[in-house]
């Protein structure tokens, strides 16, 4: 069983500022890694992919693959209030056919 | 929400009797997957299917089952809901393996 784990916070931060979300997994063959964003009472919708180590931005979002350390991680540069919700962490499960999702993430940001 | 429709969206049903949720898509993607989410346990897998017809248990599949007759739709069932059933069940869908899947809004069930 692939185990995604990420601290549940809350993480708060003031707006303007970096917020940094890390997201760690036990499969050192994992290849892809996902970024969901999920506001309360509303589904997760996908905010950023990476496939290979090392940095992909886009926009104000970061994703960051380190694959000896086996963590990946999402930066938010200039956080604002319409960033807080929880962000959940996912891979390519056992059979590859599905995703795993860490537990996620809340993010707050205060204005 | 790429083309997923979840029904209902809301549904209150009592102890021991059957319910079917349904998943209808439209993007023509492979995969299908119903997930679960609860506070503290984050989304866990009930069952995904990869084809009409083919279909494989997830994390969470005890009381559950599932049919895909057709590329477009998957119903899950509670065969006896119980009320460890109340839940937020999300259906998604995927082009398959290691890439992303797509979440439709969600159903909220409650068992009482």
């Known amino acids: 069983q692939k185990e995604v784990e990420q601290n549940s916070g809350p993480l708060s931060v003031p707006e303007g500022a970096i917020a940094s979300l890390n997201c760690t997994y036990s499969?050192?063959?994992?290849?892809?890694f996902f970024w969901y964003r999920q506001y309360s009472g509303k589904s997760p919708e996908l905010i950023m992919f990476i496939y290979s180590n090392g940095d992909k931005e886009d926009g104000r979002f970061t994703a960051q693959l380190n694959k000896a350390s086996q963590y990946v991680s999402l930066l938010i540069r200039d956080s604002q209030p319409s960033d807080s919700a929880t962000y959940l962490c996912?891979?390519?499960?056992?059979?590859?056919?599905?995703?795993?999702f860490g537990k996620g993430t809340k993010l707050s940001v205060i204005p | 929400d790429a083309g997923i429709t979840q029904s209902p969206r809301h549904k209150v049903t009592e102890t021991g009797t059957p319910v079917t949720l349904r998943c209808h898509q439209t993007e023509n993607h492979r995969y299908m997957y119903w997930y679960r989410q609860d506070p503290g346990h984050g989304l866990r897998l009930i069952h995904y299917?990869?084809?009409?017809?083919?279909?494989d248990k997830g994390e969470v599949s005890d009381g559950y089952s599932v049919s895909r007759s057709k590329t477009e739709d998957f119903l899950l069932t509670l065969e006896s809901a119980t009320s460890s059933q109340t839940s937020v069940y999300f259906c998604a869908i995927g082009q398959g393996a290691s890439t992303e899947a797509f979440f439709g809004q969600g159903t909220r069930l409650t068992v009482v």
């Open positions: 499969d050192r063959g994992s290849q892809s």
């Open positions: 299917s990869y084809g009409v017809k083919d279909t």
């Open positions: 996912a891979l390519p499960g056992a059979g590859s056919y599905q995703l795993t």
